[in-house]
């Protein structure tokens, strides 16, 4: 696969704080007869101006994990079991929705994967994205105008001023994607999340819509947290990866480290089924089985059910997520052999 370095700078560890952190963050789902553990005990931090990309299979815990940061676990049932969500050096999960609401727009946006069903079909779309501005920044209806024109500007919707009374059915799907941009930067926020922005445009779009992103994110400096599981994407647009696993992190280290030298055998199973640009034909290896049952985990690696390294001791004890180079992390009993050897 071919992973190429990103534009922005982002802040080192070494020179900064993270803008975000979760520690030891667990998610529960509770339903009338069970709980599915959606995330376990996971840690990561995003830096100001970087990008992290969660990578996973649906049902990994990814959105869940965005969910949480921004407060908007479905209520009832989605609830923080344990751990932090540190934004700036404060655990969020201690405040109140009110308090946390006073976040939203300026401090942490998110972009949805579907545009149509987050925006309003019978208002307009400069009333939409003009509205957390109305409400946050006490602008005139004058002044909303002129910085929602801005703004589409900016998102390079052309003719801004004529689409800016239009509706939603009236756009496009890229546009419509544009459209949820310009509402989340409305208020230049220092963290944004996008999940899966781009997984129901096509190719060609898709492309636009992450130059945009990174160019958005570059001028801003903002942290970005992009949730996907699409590896070219993450490869061509992430600093650093998370791959999560049945709502573990399985491997976690800069985007061109784990896809050039992955040390954990489902990382490596999402990489052979995508197309090379040498694949001319035949099928793609797809990863055999299916997540688990998160109410009912399998015992030990919880991927070892569909992994053809799997033995006894993956059966019966859960792998630590250990550092196995400078910044690069698996959770594999055998991560130094998949990591110089393949898997088998
Ligand atoms: Fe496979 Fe065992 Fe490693 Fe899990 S711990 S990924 S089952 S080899």
Not at 60 to 77: R, Y
């Amino acid at each position: 696969m071919k992973t190429t370095a990103t534009t922005t700078q982002p802040d080192t560890p070494a020179e900064s704080k993270p803008l975000v952190e979760l520690r030891n963050l667990s998610i529960e789902f509770h339903s009338r007869n069970k709980i599915a553990k959606a995330v376990n005990s996971i840690s990561l931090e995003v830096y100001q101006g970087e990008t992290l990309a969660i990578l996973g299979e649906s049902g990994s815990g990814k959105s869940a994990t965005a969910l949480a940061i921004m407060g908007l676990l479905p209520k009832p049932g989605g609830v923080i079991s344990g751990g932090e969500i540190c934004f700036e050096g404060k655990n969020l999960v201690k405040w109140t929705e009110a308090e946390r609401r006073n976040l939203y727009g300026d401090s942490l946006s998110i972009i949805f994967q579907d545009p149509l069903s987050a925006l309003n079909p019978v208002l307009t779309v400069g009333y939409q994205i003009g509205e957390a501005l109305r409400k946050r920044k006490n602008l005139s209806k004058k002044e909303t105008k002129k910085r929602v024109i801005e703004l589409m500007n900016l998102v390079r919707i052309p003719d801004a001023e004529t689409r800016y009374k239009q509706y939603p059915y009236q756009f496009s799907g890229g546009m419509q994607q544009r459209v949820m941009i310009a509402l989340a930067l409305a208020l230049n926020p220092k963290l944004l999340i996008a999940d899966e922005p781009t997984t129901a445009l096509d190719v060609t779009v898709q492309a636009q819509i992450m130059r945009l992103l990174k160019d958005l994110q570059t001028n801003n400096h903002m942290g970005l947290i992009l949730i996907s599981h699409d590896l070219g994407v993450v490869a061509e647009n992430a600093d650093r990866v998370a791959v999560m696993y049945a709502g573990h992190i399985v491997e976690t280290g800069d985007v061109q480290t784990v896809f050039q030298n992955p040390a954990h055998p489902y990382t490596i199973g999402l990489m052979n089924s995508i197309p090379s640009d040498a694949q001319t034909g035949g099928r793609l290896k797809s990863i055999e089985g299916l997540p688990p049952n998160l109410a009912e985990p399998p015992s030990g690696c919880a991927f070892h059910p569909r992994c053809s390294m799997a033995t006894n001791l993956c059966r019966e004890r859960q792998p630590a997520l250990e550092e196995i180079a400078p910044g690069h992390k698996s959770a594999c009993h055998f991560a130094k052999d998949v990591l110089n050897h393949g898997i088998s």
